[in-house]
C-alpha cells in the first residue's frame, strides 16, 4: 500500500474498499498515481469524467467563475443557474428544472416532487413503486427505493409505501398498482445493478400504464444519462418520455451537482416556495459546469462521437466473447455502457487490471463495468480490449 495511504486513511470513517494506489493527475483518459504510474481509465470516477480530465476550456471556465462567484445560497437568482437550467431544458424537453449537490439529492427531489403531486391533486396517493435491482443512492429515501436488500437492511425500517417490481416485467408492476400508488421509479439502464437495459416494450408500457391509472413516471437517469448511451438521456432512445427525472454524475463533468427536471404537467402541482431547498444547490460554480458541459457537447457534437466508439467497443466485446467463450457469459449495455459478466472472480481480474494500467470497476454479480470518459477513441478501445483479453485468457 501507498504510505501516503497508509498514513492518512486511518482518519476516515471505513465506508469504502479502495483500491491500494493514489491518483494524483488525469490527463484525457489518462489517470497518474503518485508514482508517475499511467492507468487507462474505463471507470470515469463512476461515469462522472465523460469530458475526461483536464479540459482546458472547462477548467478556464471553473477558473473564471471562481474570480467572480461560487456561492450566494438561493436567496438570489443568478445568471450561470438560469443558464445550467436552460441547457438542460433543452437537453431533456423537460419545462423546470431544480439543482442539487448530488444524485442521492435528486431522486429525493424526484419523490417528494411527486408526493407534493398527489397531496396537490388531493389523491390520497403516496405509494412508490421500484424495482428489483435497482439502485437510486444512499440516503433513507433513496436507499428505501433501491432494490438491493443489501444497502437497505441495516438501515431499516425503510420508508413506508415502497413496493418491488421485477424488472423488464410489466406485470409485477401491474400487481402492484392501487389506488395509493403515487408513481413508478426506474432506471433506463440498471448500472449498479449490473448494466441491464428496459425493453423497450417495458418502457413503454411503464408510460401507458402510468397514463391509464394517474401515475407519475420518474427516470433515474443519473448513470446512464448524460450522451452515454448514445441518446442524450437514455428515455429518449424509447419514444417515451418521464414526469419527473433525475439526473447527475456527467452533467458536472466532475463538479459535484445534480439535478431533478419536470415536465409543466407536474410542476403546476408540486413542488412551491418553501416545500424544498438546498443551500447549495444552484451554485454559480456548480452551474458554470453544467452550462459549459452542456456547451461542449453540442459543439463537438459528441452524441455522434459517442455512437461511433460506442457501437465499436461492443463490436470489440463481442469479438472478444467470441475469442474467450468460457470466459465471459455475457455481454450487456449500450454504447459507452457496458458490462460483461465473466466467469473469473471480478475483484481480481479489476486488480490485475490496475497492476496493468487499466482502470476498470465491478458492477452486481461478478459484471466488468466499462463506462470510460465520453471522448474516448477507438485506439483507447483496442488498448483496453488488448488488456482485458491477456488478464481474462
Ligand atoms: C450514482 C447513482 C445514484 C446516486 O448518486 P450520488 O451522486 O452518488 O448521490 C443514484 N442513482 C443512480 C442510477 C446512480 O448511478
Redesign the pocket.
Known amino acids: 500500500m501507498n504510505q501516503y495511504m497508509e498514513k492518512t486513511d486511518a482518519s476516515l470513517v471505513h465506508t469504502y474498499n479502495r483500491f491500494p494506489v493514489v491518483m494524483e493527475k488525469g490527463e484525457g483518459v489518462y489517470l497518474y498515481d503518485t508514482d508517475g504510474k499511467k492507468y487507462l481509465d474505463f471507470a470515469a470516477g463512476?461515469?462522472v469524467c465523460g469530458l475526461g480530465y483536464g479540459n482546458r476550456e472547462l477548467n478556464q471556465t471553473l477558473k473564471e467563475q471562481i474570480d467572480m462567484l461560487t456561492h450566494t445560497s438561493n436567496l438570489f437568482y443568478n445568471t450561470t443557474c438560469g443558464k445550467a437550467a436552460e441547457a438542460l431544458k433543452k437537453l431533456t424537453s423537460m419545462d423546470r428544472v431544480f439543482f442539487t449537490n448530488?444524485?442521492?439529492?435528486?431522486?429525493e427531489g424526484a419523490l417528494k416532487a411527486a408526493r407534493k403531486y398527489a397531496y396537490k391533486k388531493g389523491s390520497g396517493r403516496y405509494e412508490f413503486i421500484a424495482m428489483e435491482h435497482?439502485?437510486?443512492?444512499?440516503?433513507i429515501g433513496?436507499v428505501s427505493v433501491t432494490g438491493n436488500e443489501h444497502y437497505r437492511t441495516p438501515f431499516e425500517p425503510m420508508l413506508p409505501g415502497v413496493k418491488f417490481a421485477k424488472f423488464n416485467n410489466l406485470d409485477s408492476v401491474k400487481a402492484l398498482v392501487c389506488d395509493k400508488t403515487c408513481a413508478v421509479i426506474l432506471?433506463p439502464v440498471?448500472?449498479?445493478g449490473g448494466i441491464h437495459m428496459a425493453d423497450p416494450e417495458f418502457m413503454k408500457g411503464i408510460r401507458k400504464l402510468c397514463d391509464e391509472e394517474g401515475i407519475l413516471m420518474i427516470c433515474?437517469?443519473?448513470?446512464?444519462g448524460m450522451g452515454r448511451t448514445g441518446s442524450m438521456f437514455a428515455w429518449q432512445s424509447y419514444g417515451t418520455k418521464p414526469d419527473i427525472m433525475?439526473m447527475?454524475?456527467a452533467i458536472g463533468s466532475g463538479v459535484?451537482v445534480?439535478a431533478f427536471a419536470m415536465t409543466e404537467a407536474v410542476a403546476a402541482y408540486s413542488l412551491e416556495p418553501g416545500d424544498h431547498g438546498t443551500t447549495y444547490g444552484g451554485n454559480p460554480f456548480a452551474c458554470a459546469a453544467v452550462a459549459k458541459t452542456a456547451e461542449i457537447f453540442e459543439r463537438e457534437n459528441l452524441l455522434a462521437h459517442i455512437n461511433e466508439v460506442g457501437a465499436y467497443l461492443e463490436d470489440c466485446l463481442n469479438g472478444l466473447k467470441n475469442e474467450l467463450p468460457d470466459e465471459i457469459v455475457e455481454r450487456r449495455g449500450l454504447r459507452l455502457i457496458q458490462g460483461i459478466k465473466i466467469k473469473k472472480p471480478v475483484g481480481e481480474v479489476i486488480n490485475k487490471a490496475l497492476e496493468e494500467g487499466l482502470a476498470l470497476i465491478s458492477a452486481s454479480d461478478n459484471v466488468l463495468r466499462l463506462v470510460p470518459p465520453l471522448i474516448i477513441t477507438k485506439e483507447h478501445v483496442d488498448e483496453m480490449i488488448c488488456i482485458l483479453k491477456r488478464i481474462l485468457e
Open positions: 463512476i461515469a448530488s444524485g442521492t439529492e435528486a431522486i435497482s439502485f437510486h443512492g444512499r440516503s433513496a432506471e440498471q448500472g449498479e433515474d437517469e443519473i448513470q446512464c433525475a447527475a454524475k459535484p445534480g
